[in-house]
């Protein structure tokens, strides 16, 4: 009977500690379901700009750091594939944020082939569009690139943008093949021999130098175009006015991420190798110690994230002056500067 009895509460007991325990597992569980005010989290999809390079590295910081939890979202970072595809994206619902390269997307606009988007902050002040190539490929400056095929996504601003460039850069781009690519597949495109040059953002040289193990040629678009801002934060226009507290939290912690990947780039370059196998680390950091010059450009000494109206009318002015717009459009139709960061 004794050894019934204490069968008997060994079993309760037991029963009562699974009970104890499984309580504490599900607040736990609980807890990090809330972000930092102790609501549930809000799910957002996000997109990075092209592919998954040190470039975009600051979205995986902000989410390993804690910055979107604390700011009450759980945050599903997902690789974009250039401007026009990232646009499509968010305005279609498969995505809430993701940058773009601003005058990729005035182009997108300004020739009808895309609406119902919003820009809400700057990630770059100056452009970083450009084409790479490496040494051995005779192309030194913009004219040498007549009789060489590039590659690049359909909807790269890199791409888009070429036209203008190479009118005004003294280039017959009708002298210049393109052939499509993916975003994380053209740097190995080009350390083949497949092709000649690649569109490339500026910063991708450290990157291009670890995998094709020559030295890297750049040819900067913003050489012959001035003031054009780089990438800035999208959502689509329907979450924009429906939700613009939430816009505001989503890019103060994605901007708090670009901060401390700037100021701790090798820990960046780790976090990123830490969700992207494919990452090189040291590259990434490379990546983002070159990006630190166009996220704080010395010319407007401004706030990371701010956006300037009429620096915005004088890239439209750029980009009207070259024949690259068919309609006219006003900074106030893609961009909300009331959720814009403030200088």
Avoid at 203 to 230: F, R
Wanted: hydrophobic letters at 45%.
């Amino acid at each position: 009977m004794r050894r019934l009895t204490r069968t008997v509460a060994t079993a309760a007991l037991a029963t009562a500690l699974a009970l104890v325990s499984a309580c504490s597992s599900g607040s736990d569980s609980a807890d990090d379901a809330k972000g930092g005010d102790g609501k549930a989290l809000e799910k957002v999809t996000y997109l990075t700009s092209f592919g998954q390079f040190g470039r975009d590295a600051y979205a995986w910081v902000a989410k390993d750091k804690g910055f979107f939890k604390e700011a009450g979202f759980d945050v599903e970072i997902k690789a974009g594939q250039g401007t026009g595809g990232v646009i499509q994206t968010v305005v279609g619902g498969q995505a809430d944020f993701g940058p773009v390269d601003l005058t990729g997307s005035l182009l997108q606009v300004g020739n009808g082939q895309a609406k119902d988007f919003t820009v809400v902050a700057a990630i770059q002040q100056r452009t970083m569009a450009g084409i790479a190539t490496v040494e051995g490929k005779n192309i030194a400056s913009p004219k040498d690139l007549e009789g060489k095929k590039l590659a690049d996504t359909p909807g790269s601003v890199v791409r888009n943008l070429f036209p203008t460039y190479a009118r005004l850069a003294g280039v017959d781009a009708s002298k210049v093949t393109w052939v499509n690519g993916e975003a994380q597949a053209l740097i190995g495109t080009l350390a083949s021999g497949a092709v000649d040059g690649i569109g490339q953002f500026v910063v991708g040289q450290p990157t291009i130098e670890s995998v094709a193990k020559k030295k890297a040629v750049m040819l900067p678009y913003s050489n012959v175009m001035q003031d054009l801002y780089g990438n800035v934060l999208i959502t689509s226009s329907k979450i924009a006015k429906e939700k613009p507290e939430m816009v505001k939290r989503f890019t103060a912690a994605l901007l708090k991420g670009l901060e401390y990947s700037l100021a701790n780039s090798k820990e960046a370059g780790e976090i990123l190798k830490k969700n992207v196998d494919a990452a090189n680390a040291v590259a990434a950091a490379a990546e983002l110690e070159l990006m630190a010059a166009y996220v704080r450009s010395g010319n407007t000494g401004t706030a990371i994230g701010t956006l300037d109206s009429g620096r915005v009318a004088k890239s439209i002015a750029i980009l009207q002056g070259a024949g690259a717009l068919k309609q006219n459009i006003t900074p106030e139709q893609i961009i909300d500067f009331s959720l814009a960061p403030k200088a």
